[in-house]
């Protein structure tokens, strides 16, 4: 089945900067029959701190378990991602898979297994070969050097287009680099979707405050978009922190106010991440983005988001340029939360559809209709008078969703 | 937009006797354009029981307001139904008209305000001028009896066929009858989708054993299908008894063991609607039921079967004749349960796929493909040693469900 790239894919993979303490490389290790690259190995200087977040399926697959094991030690010299198997509910034979991967590694780099990082996606349910997978490792190895697109590029499965993203810094007068790649397009969902997200940046930090600002920043980004409200056996989200770039006065408590400027530059490449998975959503056409404000928490304001972004009426309705604002009502109603209506207004792009429970007087069907064509929908709901407020992205639910998903494995 | 009929429609609506102690009619009184009758009424005789549930929704609609408030009272003399219009999300116009539409019956039956339960069903938003339905009232009430093919009908909106269904018990050597008609087909989700039901029979029954026996027989019928994961702002599904067959020892405990007899009859037409909605889900081809055993509650067991029948990758999956039970692990995943995998099973059809958290070595790729191919699918999850269960039914995600609700408003 050809898929066509989708619509909402940036023009082309952005020039992404090297990291200092980082080699990678990318190669095909048999487990797509095609000789499209499937595992990527990137090894990582002593020292480097890690941060990992997962999914929270109750069916996690064998790299996630091995994960969840080693993220409390905090540090990593090696990430190992293959493509075209998830090794999930794979039993026994699927934690061995990772137990065999993670020695050769062991082996070969001479590190502590607690600094292994494997994470898998593609199929559920096929056991995965570790066969395949060792006898490539010391071939990727010694490969060299292959670019960030080849990289993001290995990762995918039924995404469209690679995706990467970077910002930097300053702190100290000294630059700091943020570089990340990703993929996912369907069974996206917050905490989490199949996506898989690796950051790497050169910045010298403790694992404790990267692991608080990845928390922090995943809420703002990954766990803020939606595709189809599946959630994955397999998701995961690497920030590594090669050290590189060290200060004389180190980062030592997570109150450190130098750290707003990281964190920022941070969210920076994680939403832009998060977008552009979004952007890829299967079958997506449209990008909807909305808005929750004047919500008694953030949490709050999210749930809400989410009820609507989820809503495949709501999608649908985008998806055929229909105005049909009645479904965003029903949507935020299952939300299972109360709002007082006198207080709520929804807006459409910049059109007030309704305020205070009802349709408003100014509302134009014909204005909306027009508005509805455009290639991002802005959806801004105000639900009270609280401080809180978040925003959700998610896409639009098209035929190509259908074909996409009704034919993947055959 | 043409609507074809659901290939799962049963091929024709059934033969439904009358019910004693009622007279209904329909109508078209002007919310739809097209000459469709969109206007019921249903009177019933003095002393007459009522019970009924609601949706859950956050956003109910004015009528589903104004039914909250009556059905304490217990009693029911008139329904009054329109289709083409939800009276939801119109504020305190909306309420008005409910008000106008109450006290018209009021006026011309000389019933208590409480015995009049009012329902809307159709677009969200738009306001519903309570003048067309007053307009009217007094020639639908005397225009003399429709059929309840007539009745079940004039309460569709893209429901490809009329929903109906009945049953019959003997308790005490006398004959009693339940009747019900419904409709529904997209929105719906427990607690309850876009659906109304309503179910009259003749037994002399007080209103509170009528309700503990609906809200046993809603959970096992209507709050266990999904189409698209939507709530409605609307669902209303009403029972009435208007106790036409009474007995000498009346009915004055939840505990007479007669009640059983009612209870499987009535809950034989429930479960009979609900399957007829799900079977009409929107661009539906495919029946899925989903039997979860083994569990520790039955709440449990029904989570975990709505969790996979809302999956939209499990549903495209099976519009796609693909049998990626991987699909149906991470659907499992995403209902927040802990799963024993040693315990853990999973068949499609009579075809074991998984057993103890991995594919079965009897698993046959070419044996399950063929059975996917088949109207109706079954799936089949044992996920411990449990006493509970709890069956599940849902429909395939098509490009038809796109189709529709793309262009439903235009």
Redesign the interface.
């Known amino acids: 089945m050809l898929i066509k790239k989708s619509p909402l894919a940036p023009s082309s993979f952005p020039n992404l900067p090297k990291v200092g303490g980082i080699s990678m490389s990318s190669i095909n290790c048999g487990i797509r029959k095609s000789k499209k690259p499937d595992l990527i190995l990137v090894t990582m200087q002593e020292g480097t701190s890690a941060a990992c977040t997962l999914?929270?399926?109750?069916?996690?697959s064998a790299p996630v378990n091995w994960c969840k094991k080693i993220r409390g030690y905090g540090r990593a010299r090696a990430l190992v991602v293959n493509s075209g198997n998830?090794n999930?509910?794979?039993?026994?034979?699927?934690e061995l898979t990772v137990k065999n991967t993670v020695n050769k590694i062991v082996d070969l780099i001479k590190c502590n297994k607690n600094e292994v990082y494997v994470a898998s996606t593609g199929?559920?349910?096929?056991?995965l070969s570790s066969k395949l997978i060792t006898d490539s490792i010391t071939t990727i190895y010694k490969k060299g050097d292959s670019s960030w697109k080849e990289i993001a590029s290995a990762i995918r499965t039924t995404d469209t287009f690679s995706k990467g993203a970077s910002s930097s810094c300053k702190i100290d007068g000294k630059n700091i680099r943020i570089v990340g790649v990703a993929k996912g397009s369907?069974?996206v969902?917050p905490n989490m979707g199949t996506m898989l997200a690796f950051i790497f940046t050169d910045i010298e930090i403790p694992s404790f405050i990267l692991s608080a600002l990845l928390k922090q920043g995943v809420d703002k980004s990954f766990n803020s978009i939606t595709v189809?409200?599946?959630?994955?056996?397999s998701d995961t989200c690497g920030l590594f922190a090669t050290g590189v770039v060290n200060f004389k006065k180190p980062f030592s408590k997570i109150t450190d106010k130098r750290l707003n400027i990281f964190s920022i530059a941070l969210n920076k490449v994680l939403q832009n991440l998060a977008r552009q998975i979004v952007c890829d959503g299967e079958g997506a056409k449209k990008l909807i983005t909305i808005n929750v404000r004047g919500a008694k928490s953030e949490k709050i304001a999210r749930k809400i988001g989410l009820s609507v972004a989820?809503?495949?009426?709501v999608k649908?309705?985008v998806?055929?340029e229909?105005g049909?604002?009645?479904?965003i009502?029903?949507?935020?109603?299952?939300?299972?939360?109360?709002?007082p209506?006198k207080l709520l207004s929804i807006s459409i792009g910049n059109i007030k559809?309704?305020e205070?429970?009802?349709?408003c007087n100014s509302y134009s069907e014909t204005k909306l209709s027009k508005y509805m064509k455009n290639k991002e929908i802005q959806i801004d709901i105000c639900i009270g008078k609280g401080d809180h407020s978040s925003i959700v992205w998610t896409c639009d639910?098209?035929?190509d969703?259908?074909?996409i998903?009704?034919?993947?494995?055959?």
Chains 1, 2 share one sequence.
């Open positions: 999914t929270k399926s109750k069916m996690p998830a999930a509910h794979t039993g026994e034979y699927g199929v559920i349910g096929e056991k369907g069974m969902f189809d409200g599946d959630t994955s056996t989820n809503s495949p009426l649908t309705a998806a055929g229909d049909n604002w009645g479904r009502v029903m949507a935020m109603g299952k939300a299972g939360i109360s709002i209506l559809v309704s205070a429970g009802l349709v639910l098209t035929h969703y259908i074909r998903n009704a034919d993947y494995r055959s």
